[in-house]
């Protein structure tokens, strides 16, 4: 199936170069000058090469469409992270990096969608969005303007992200997984 180039997400495999790759974080740029592109950073999925790449919104590549399937996140054992198939009850262990940074997201119970190319995994689809509470927070600093002012902030699975001035520690905030950004204060 072929997408534009500013369709890749993280997580997605697509056909580039004669290989198979899935896109590790993807970063949507707009120049002052010229269009926008993605700059995709990119991981074969045989040998593990990296590569960054740019993909502007009129290219089109291939996505290569995987079985899908639905799991639960169950545990973290050393290095591995074990997940619980949802029909079969059965149990896949994965290694951390295969998942990447955006393992510290996976929570107790969390659904998950792993994508397999004959039967071997090749990705893996968090929530878009899960909700954290944050640990520490840097205190507001007086005259500061609150429009466009942000300040770190650190949530319980030790990610830092920027968050508004009137969020403190304690407090239950909604992220992105994509983009690891601060989305909203959670209900």
Known sequence: MKINGNEIRPGNVIQHDGGLWVAVKTQHVKPGKGGAYAQVELKNLVDNRKLNERFRSSETVEKVRLEQKDYQFLYPN???????????????????????????????????????????????????????????????????????????????????????????????????TNEVAYVRRAD
């Open 78 to 176: 050393g290095e591995m992270l074990v997940f619980m198939d949802q029909e079969t009850y059965e149990q896949i262990e994965l290694p951390v990096e295969f998942v990447g940074e955006r393992a510290a997201f996976l929570q107790d119970g969390m659904k998950v969608t792993v994508e397999s190319h004959e039967g071997k995994p090749l990705g893996i689809s968090l929530p878009d969005q899960v909700t954290l509470t944050v640990a520490e927070a840097d205190a507001v600093v007086k005259g500061q303007t609150a429009s466009s002012s942000y300040k770190p902030a650190v949530l319980e699975n030790g990610i830092r992200i920027m968050v508004p001035p009137f969020i403190t520690a304690g407090e239950r905030v909604v992220v992105d």
